[in-house]
């Protein structure tokens, strides 16, 4: 019954540690900022070169994870140098970076109690490890799955009513409410790029999911013939 219990915490603790992690790695992919400026005409909307959008975009997103102390980063608008974000926008930041720096933490202690949990059972020599992490990995994601599933399909329906409302639960005030005609930073990041995005985080957690999966399969049943 231990390891039954302590599998279904392994299990939770690695679905958030892996949900969080793909949130990172895709939110913070040069790659995917560089795929989607083109598609959506950003530094024709704003009015900058590239090589400008490219430097606010590298502030922006080191102001998030703390590379950076502040967003002043100037860019030339109509041969003037003007700064990129306003006062608004930079108050915005600092609740992103707020939640950024919660989610974070979030995903190290889940990392810790899994580490722990893991080492735990090890350390007792426990028996059918593999096997009672595999089992609740696999009845939890049936759940998470449901879930995102039930989300997919809110976000693809109406992704604005579905991205306002995942602002009123992760902000407690209206400054995400951005005038796209004025505020560069919505610019930057319209719409279409946050309906990509969260589409693109989906894809990738099942994929990773899936791996998770089957791997643990193999563990628990290489486990049973020991």
């Not at 979030?106 to 899994?114: H, K, N, Q």
């Not at 505020?183 to 309906?195: E, S, Y």
Request: charged content about 20%; glycine content about 2%; overall charge negative.
């Amino acid at each position: 019954m231990r390891t039954k219990i302590i599998g279904y915490i392994l299990a939770i603790t690695m679905i958030i540690f892996s949900f969080v992690f793909v949130i990172d790695i895709t939110c913070f992919n040069r790659a995917f900022y560089a795929y989607e400026y083109p598609k959506n005409d950003v530094a024709l909307t704003i009015g900058i070169s590239d090589d400008d959008l490219n430097k606010a975009t590298d502030v922006l997103l080191g102001y998030i994870t703390g590379e950076y102390d502040s967003l002043d980063v100037k860019v030339t608008i109509d041969d003037k140098e003007l700064m990129m974000f306003n006062e608004r926008e930079i108050a915005h930041m600092v609740d992103v970076r707020d939640l950024y720096n919660t989610v974070s933490m979030v995903r190290f202690i889940a990392l810790i109690i899994f580490i722990i949990c893991m080492a735990y059972l090890l350390i007792i020599k426990a028996k059918d490890i593999f096997s009672a992490f595999y089992l609740a990995y696999k009845r939890v994601i049936v759940v998470i799955t449901a879930v995102i599933a039930g989300l997919s399909v809110f976000a693809i329906a109406d992704f604005d009513t579905f991205w306002r409302s995942f602002h009123h639960v992760f902000f407690a005030n209206d400054l995400w409410l951005l005038d796209p005609n004025v505020d560069r930073l919505i610019m930057m990041v319209p719409g279409q790029f946050f309906f990509d995005l969260v589409l693109l985080i989906i894809i990738v957690f099942i994929v990773l999911s899936i791996i998770t999966y089957f791997l643990l399969r193999y563990l628990a049943k290489r486990e049973a013939k020991i």
